[in-house]
């Protein structure tokens, strides 16, 4: 089992660790703990480097993390100093960020539930079952969300018990009621008085960070499945 540094503090750029074993198949090493993000809820993995070599990619399976490196393998037992690609890495938290108070913005003015989404570093598209969305709504939608941004609601991650986190009634529209029986914890991550998610994500501490948004687009996918593009300004 890797120790999953990125799940309690986001904003942990390096760090040490032991190489615990090695999948030479695919030039990957498993550490005793880690910073890097796997990848997983539409959000990316991380890359950045171990000593001097090149994480390219991370990838959870099952208990383990994968960092695939370029270069030669080191044995198990090496120390390695990791440093995750910050730039990226804090792109995708404030652009993750934005989603959930996309997410929780629609919500709570239409009701609407997201169905999917994906990011990339400063940009990201969400799904919703959203009938009543038309083009007028889209920069009613732009300014909401950028209000509660500037706003500057707290965000608190937890990890709950699982027969806690189901006594939740919010995190139930989140098909919190989906996780696998295994699972005996939740992290939930809260955009207090707006959101809340059970979610294996990196978050900004507060919705300042995230900075202004764009909806940059809009796609009816059908009757009800509408998809919103949205861009967060660089700086
Ligand atoms: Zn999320």
């Given at each position: 089992m890797t120790e999953l540094l990125y799940q309690v503090d986001g904003y942990l750029k390096e760090f040490d660790a032991v190489v615990t074993n090695s999948v030479p198949s695919e030039n990957a090493l498993v550490l005793d703990q880690t910073a890097f993000y796997p990848g997983g809820g539409g959000q990316p993995n991380d890359v950045g480097m171990l000593n001097q070599l090149r994480v390219v990619k991370v990838r959870k399976t099952g208990d383990a993390i994968l960092h695939i490196i370029e270069g030669e393998l080191p044995s198990v037992g090496t120390q390695v100093h990791g440093a995750v690609d910050w730039d990226r890495r804090y792109k995708l938290m404030r652009t993750h960020t934005a989603m959930h108070v996309l997410c929780g913005t629609v919500f709570r003015d239409y009701g609407a539930l997201v169905?999917?989404?994906?990011?990339?570093?400063?940009?990201?598209?969400?799904?919703?079952?959203?009938?009543?969305?038309?083009?007028?709504?889209?920069?009613?939608?732009e300014e909401a969300v950028n209000r509660e941004i500037l706003a500057g609601h707290e965000i608190k991650v937890k990890i709950l018990p699982r027969i806690?986190?189901?006594?939740?009634?919010?995190?139930?529209?989140?098909?919190?009621?989906?996780?696998?029986?295994?699972?005996?914890?939740?992290?939930?991550?809260?955009?207090?008085?707006?959101?809340?998610?059970?979610?294996?994500?990196?978050?900004?501490?507060?919705?300042?960070?995230?900075?202004?948004i764009r909806v940059a687009d809009y796609k009816s996918k059908g009757a009800i499945n509408k998809r919103l593009y949205i861009e967060v300004q660089d700086r």
């Open positions: 169905t999917g989404g994906d990011m990339e570093p400063l940009k990201g598209r969400m799904d919703f079952e959203f009938e009543r969305l038309q083009k007028e709504l889209v920069s009613v939608i806690e986190a189901f006594q939740i009634p919010d995190l139930i529209r989140t098909k919190i009621n989906l996780l696998p029986e295994g699972i005996q914890q939740v992290r939930t991550v809260e955009i207090v008085g707006l959101d809340l998610q059970a979610d294996g994500g990196t978050h900004v501490k507060n919705t300042t960070e995230v900075g202004k």
